[in-house]
């Protein structure tokens, strides 16, 4: 079901109702000697019987507005109605009308998805007699029936998600407020979780808050609530944020110069809100509607042209956070995050030839290979369960192959798993520093593990401070920072050795769209010096900027080439350009089908 068809049977069932409504709310936090103010006087309401997206970068406040609409915090100031419910008086009767799931939902991974949904229906009260129809609705919704035995911890997280949110549901709700929930789920099961949405918003009339760091999912909404540093920038549906940017937009075509270095150039230009690798081209966003000409764009890039697009959301959501923001917060610097190293385009530095991994009798990989060269962004993408976590912790040297031989920088990891971990840099999907040290405490910690010592190790701390603008964050405790400064610290351990491979698994997961442009082009930029980045990720636009990819299913390679290699398989008549997202499902799909056929 489309989000037309939602906002076209809203219009027929008016007048509009409103199912949430904040009222000059605010709400502040105290974090040692510092008051963070999360929300301030803040008025938007969400319509019943239609999806409502929740959009701002990291920090904005939107876990804060989530938990308040839920009643589980109270403002400061200001009004909170829910469901025609006063949020802070009658907080317990809002909880029990509301359908409320967490970014991180707490699922019992040793019990099964049957004991699971039990627990969550005796939670909420569900009587008996209601549960077999409402559990045989919720797994026909989920395509979870196959699997009520399993234990939820042994599920991929794509179906988690699903379970979570079952669970949710189990005793159906007049209002669901979602935190995120695609966030580290494959593209496969992000379009299967908004299915389910769009499913009860037709069939269960339930209204929908939904928060979200991917932007396309935005334009699926009735109206967008947008949030900056706990403040409303604007409540409209998104068409009417994207239209404020028409005639500003384009894409560009460089032929024959690499994607990352005409969008590093662009991006450069001081008319230019937002660069971004788009396929084989460079989608631009300029601050004014005036005709570029392409030669003061791309000075001597003779071949290159650009043409008009129509604006998206995601323009005018940079736009509006780059207007908020100094010109040196986007313009990135461009010093040496590592010192300069002798490069040499063509030497393998990984050698992946025929390994495997069992558990016992099942085969989490089986026959992978590839090869990763010196100074190359290699993506590994899959769909949640297809074994390239697996394999990057075998690459890591955290988990011994089965079979098959693994060689980084040289080395066997067989035979010499710890002296190849030393050359390698190896950032996790989930913050793993330690999150009751400050940020200083945790470069001194790391810089020492890696054998930092005397005047280079506070050398190099000192840069890394300012590499990654952590200098005004110094003493703070990392587990308060906001994510996408965690994820700033994180790659700055990594780094403070400053190896020659760099493992960056999900790297970007649940940060917004600024925090992952900046990233980029920190991993940009370290592959300009030599470093060789292997990368796993669920955003298909960020697999763009890799120089290849490969794609993997149930263990196996299911694609191994270039982006717009990988594209071109996927090219028909009904979509003759495919996008990465349409590449990455028709693989999947092509060998779920081909499975189901060979049994």
């Known amino acids: 079901m489309s989000s037309d068809s939602i906002k076209q049977g809203r219009e027929e069932n008016r007048p509009e109702q409103i199912a949430l409504a904040f009222r000059s709310v605010s709400k502040s936090f105290r974090t040692g000697k510092r008051k963070i103010m999360a929300l301030d006087a803040i008025n938007a309401r969400v319509l019943a019987g239609v999806i409502t997206g929740l959009i701002g970068p990291d920090g904005a406040g939107k876990t804060t507005l989530m938990r308040l609409a839920a009643g589980l915090l109270v403002p400061d100031e200001g009004r909170i109605t829910v469901l025609g419910l006063d949020a802070t008086r009658d907080s317990l009767a809002v909880q029990a009308s509301i359908g409320y799931m967490p970014q991180r939902f707490g699922l019992y991974e040793d019990l099964s998805v049957q004991e699971n ?110 949030l900056h540093e706990g403040r409303l920038l604007g409540q409209r549906p998104p068409k009417e944020f994207s239209e404020t940017l028409e005639g500003h937009t384009y894409t560009v075509a460089a032929p024959g110069l690499n994607k990352r270095n005409v969008q590093k150039t662009l991006a450069a230009g001081d008319a230019v809100i937002d660069a971004v690798i788009q396929g084989e081209r460079v989608r631009l966003v300029l601050d004014s509607d005036r005709p570029p000409r392409i030669q003061d764009l791309l000075p001597g890039a003779d071949d290159a042209w650009l043409k008009p697009v129509p604006p998206r959301f995601e323009d005018s959501f940079i736009a509006m956070l780059r207007s908020k923001a100094d010109e040196s917060d986007h313009k990135a610097a461009g010093n040496a995050i590592v010192q300069d190293r002798r490069i040499n385009r063509k030497e393998r530095v990984i050698e992946v030839r025929d390994v495997a991994r069992r558990f016992g009798d099942f085969y ?157 082009h920190r991993i940009n930029e370290l592959a300009e010096q030599g470093v060789t980045v292997l990368v796993t990720t669920h955003f298909m636009e960020e697999a763009e900027y890799c120089d290849r990819l490969a794609i993997m299913s149930a263990g196996k390679i299911l694609a191994l080439g270039a982006p717009a290699d990988i594209k071109e398989q996927a090219v028909s008549a009904e979509n003759p350009e495919p996008s990465m997202e349409d590449a990455f499902i028709n693989l999947i799909q092509a060998d779920e089908q081909s499975s189901e056929r060979n049994g």
């Open 117 to 226: 949904l039990d627990l969550y229906a005796d939670l909420q009260g569900v009587p008996k007699g209601q549960r077999p129809p409402r559990y045989r609705e919720l797994m026909r919704m989920t395509g979870l029936a196959p699997f009520t035995s399993r234990l939820a911890g042994r599920l991929s997280g794509g179906m988690k998600q699903k379970l979570g949110l079952a669970c949710t549901l189990v005793h159906p709700p007049s209002l669901l407020l979602l935190d995120e929930p695609t966030v580290g789920v494959d593209p496969v099961s992000r379009r299967e979780l908004w299915n389910i949405v769009y499913r009860l918003v037709r069939e269960e009339g339930t209204s929908v808050l939904l928060s979200t760091a991917y932007l396309d999912e935005a334009e699926r909404c009735h109206e967008v609530i947008m």
């Open 364 to 520: 989490a990989v089986k026959d992978v290979s590839f090869d990763v060269r010196q100074g190359e962004v290699f993506g590994l993408l899959g769909a949640n369960g297809a074994g390239k976590s697996t394999t990057f912790r075998m690459l890591c040297g955290l988990l011994p192959a089965s079979e098959g031989k693994l060689l980084v920088a040289g080395l066997d990891l067989r035979r010499a798993a710890a002296a190849a971990r030393a050359r390698i840099g190896y950032m996790s999907q989930r913050f793993s520093l330690y999150g009751n040290l400050s940020v200083q405490q945790n470069l001194n910690f790391f810089s020492s593990v890696y054998g930092l010592s005397g005047k280079h190790r506070a050398e190099r701390i000192s840069r890394v401070l300012e590499q990654f603008d952590l200098t005004a964050q110094a003493d703070a405790t990392s587990g308060d920072l906001p994510l996408g400064f965690k994820q700033r610290l994180a790659m700055a351990c990594a780094l403070m050795h400053e190896p020659g491979i760099l493992f960056l698994d999900e790297p970007t997961s649940g940060v917004d769209p600024l925090a992952r442009r900046e990233f980029w």
